[in-house]
């Protein structure tokens, strides 16, 4: 049966990455592959009465391109319940490193906007453990409640990579690299943008901070957050958006800093419905695929 804990506050970003980094050292760290039966935690860990700092959000919107208003942006509530993912993520009993994990997907079903005034309850837990070609996947569920009513859940997939019993599964053709068409736009991003995207967020993960932290992690440059893409991908079309609102994000290749990439925006059926994508100018490749759907 699971349990819940109350915090005092926020767990400190820099304790839990201090706690993710120890993780990945010899003896004392998580080592080995995950099995597929392998125990989640049973805990679930909630905060009550948190209040939105003005500054930090006005931060994270200029960094995002999102705006700063009355009410949260749909992907604020991700930034909200970070320190308690990762909190979960570094415990003993999670069954790998939070440092080096791939932020796969991500769904925000957001019932009704969120005023920035308005006090919330989070509670964030990890379930669903499963195979996957590149390795192993887990939820991680966060609830937003202002009083007893739900105004946002949040499921956000990660991956730790290994060999799996479906890694040799076949696989469909690899689409063709050509020339993208006409984008609607250009997003353009270096790592000072992502630089002052960490510092609002708090997700210093060293693959975004900087070049060398990166390769050690088997990239060839930072790389910018996948919450950062969702959320600048997503701006110009929040405003349209109806109140109770799907929003799914599923990320492709890294975006290798600084770059300049395409993003595409189509209006689909329904209120507030629109598919978006970002990629890469070149080669035509998807950074990023994402919809919005009434909910």
Do not use: C
Not at 90 to 101: E, I, L, Q
């Amino acid at each position: 049966m699971s349990k819940t804990i109350v915090l005092d506050g926020p767990p400190s970003t820099v304790e839990v990455y201090g706690k993710a980094v120890a993780a990945m050292l010899p003896v004392i760290g998580k080592s080995g592959p995950v099995r597929p039966d392998a125990p989640l935690p049973d805990t679930r860990y909630r905060l009550e009465n948190v209040r939105v700092d003005a500054d930090a959000l006005l931060a994270y919107t200029r960094a995002t391109g999102q705006r700063f208003g009355a009410t949260l942006p749909i992907t604020y509530p991700f930034v909200l319940q970070f320190p308690l993912a990762m909190k979960i993520m570094t415990d003993d009993d999670f069954p790998f490193g939070a440092v080096g994990s791939v932020h796969l997907e991500n769904t925000v079903h957001r019932l009704r906007p969120i005023g920035v005034d308005e006090p919330l309850t989070i509670e964030t837990h990890a379930e669903n453990l499963r195979e996957h070609r590149k390795g192993m996947l887990v939820d991680m569920i966060s609830e937003f409640t202002v009083g007893s009513e739900l105004v946002t859940r949040q499921v956000a997939t990660f991956l730790t990579q290994q060999r799996t019993s479906l890694s040799d599964a076949p696989r469909g053709p690899q689409p063709r690299e050509q020339a993208p068409p006409p984008p609607d736009s250009v997003l353009a991003v270096d790592l000072h943008r992502i630089r002052e995207y960490a510092a609002a967020s708090g997700d210093r993960n060293p693959i975004h901070m900087g070049d060398l932290p990166a390769k050690a992690f088997g990239f060839p440059k930072a790389i910018a957050h996948g919450m950062w893409s969702a959320a600048a991908a997503v701006a110009n079309v929040e405003a349209q958006l109806p109140g109770n609102v799907v929003y799914t994000t599923r990320w492709g290749k890294p975006i290798l800093l600084p770059a300049k990439v395409n993003v595409y925006t189509h209006r689909t059926g329904g209120p507030g419905g629109f598919d978006i994508s970002i990629l890469n100018r070149r080669k035509g490749y998807p950074h990023l695929t994402a919809t919005t759907r009434e909910g």
